[in-house]
């Protein structure tokens, strides 16, 4: 299987669509064209982290900056920030609209993603961050704003997880 470009694209054209200009990410398989596209866009702002958690505080400098900024991240990548999110966004009321790119789901033919596929939705539920799962390209754009607003008008994070059924072909 390869990551579709089409729907790379769609995803990337509903962050735009939402009013976002900011990203923060670490480049991952399934979000290379996404991020690609990101760093070829001169209306956006693509801030390329090291560690994921980093991403939560380029976030919430840009929240309180008053810029509509989205994360971009593998479930892994979102283990790897749960402290920033836990002791920076949930303690201080920081929205966070992230998508995660949910590896070892359904169909996931890698062994060293299944276990990660295996907690993510506990985890997230653990955390009371809601949660939905992307899979029609057709439908994204709308499920992207809608995170965004709710992480806004709940000041907390949320999650669009980007399905296999979405991010490939």
């Known amino acids: 299987m390869t990551v579709s470009y089409e ?10 669509a939402a009013g976002i200009r900011s990203i923060s990410a670490l480049p991952e398989t399934w979000l290379g064209l996404l991020l690609q596209r990101a760093e070829d866009d001169p209306e956006v702002d693509l801030i390329q982290v090291a560690k994921e958690e980093e991403a939560v505080g380029v976030a919430a400098g840009a929240y309180f900056a008053g810029e509509p900024h989205i994360l971009l991240m593998q479930n892994h990548g979102f283990f790897a920030a749960m402290n920033g999110i836990i002791s920076l966004a949930q303690l201080y009321s920081v929205p ?74």
């Open 7 to 16: 729907n790379s694209k769609a995803v990337f054209d509903g962050i735009k």
């Open 96 to 169: 966070l609209c992230m998508l995660i790119a949910v590896r070892g789901h359904w169909g996931e033919p890698y062994p060293w993603h299944t276990r990660g596929g295996i907690v993510t939705e506990g985890l997230l539920q653990a955390l009371n961050i809601p949660y939905h799962h992307a899979r029609d390209p057709a439908l994204v754009a709308k499920e992207i704003a809608e995170a965004y607003t709710l992480s806004q008008s709940s000041l907390s994070p949320v999650a669009l997880l980007l399905t296999r059924d979405l991010m490939e072909v």
